[in-house]
């Protein structure tokens, strides 16, 4: 009947899901499951995997949002993205769409995702600020942004054009001091991330809603304000829509 479509379609999607993640060795099904989690995927949403590398995890989030959402692949290399794509074609994966991006922009289209994946990608960026700002661009108000990242390895190959943080990684207190700086507010912080790296962690950032302005004839009156009644905006939700 239609008004079990819905329930049934979720259905689908969490059995699409799982057999996949089943698939997967236990460590990385555990952090896909995690990071599917924390980017608060429904059906219908969209997403993207910034700097998707292999698209060890595009292919998880665009089965979580389903055949109505849609999933986008950035990398700044073209083989890869060929590669991308020719595997969600293999897999039956329809709502994958890969942009090339480059060292100043992720490539994404202004508004197009609910939320956004950036796994061991940030501490890669040349030009951070310019990249905030794109995905700033990209994500729609109240959205998330997911970051996995390390702190500093010193014993990791040096990356030739990145900010100088003592190795290979970032340290979350200038991960979270350059996202706020951007506008970004923090959601959570997990010091402990079951990633394939000892010491990963994960910072869930949000752009935040806007904040509605009460106008001037609007204002509490005297007589309101002597009942101890006031007006304020609504809070920003730590989760997505």
Request: glycine letters at 10%; hydrophobic letters at 40%.
């Amino acid at each position: 009947m239609p008004a079990h479509r819905p329930v049934a379609h979720r259905v689908r999607v969490l059995l699409a899901a799982g057999a996949l993640l089943a698939q997967l060795p236990q460590a990385l099904a555990d952090e896909t499951e995690k990071i599917i989690g924390e980017l608060g995927l429904r059906p219908g949403m969209s997403a993207a995997d910034v700097g998707a590398g292999e698209g060890r995890f595009t292919a998880a989030l665009a089965r979580e949002v389903g055949a109505s959402g849609s999933v986008y692949a950035t990398e700044v290399e073209a083989d890869k993205l060929e590669k991308i794509q020719e595997k969600a074609k293999a897999d039956g994966i329809p709502n994958l769409r890969t942009v090339l991006g480059d060292q100043t922009s992720t490539g994404l289209p202004d508004g197009c995702c609910d939320a956004i994946l950036l796994r061991m990608v940030y501490h890669h960026f040349t030009d951070p600020a310019s990249m905030r700002r794109s995905l700033w661009s990209a994500l729609r108000p109240g959205g998330r942004v997911v970051v996995v990242e390390v702190p500093p390895q010193g014993g990791w190959r040096r990356l030739d054009g990145v900010p100088e943080r003592g190795g290979h990684g970032i340290p979350a207190r200038e991960l979270i001091a350059d996202m706020r700086g951007s506008g970004f507010a923090v959601v959570s912080h997990h010091e402990e991330w079951p990633g394939e790296e000892d010491d990963s962690y994960c910072v869930v950032f949000q752009r935040p809603m806007p904040t509605r302005t009460v106008a001037a004839s609007n204002a509490p009156t005297a007589s309101s304000a002597g009942t101890g009644e006031s007006r304020h905006s609504p809070a920003i939700a730590s989760s997505t829509r």
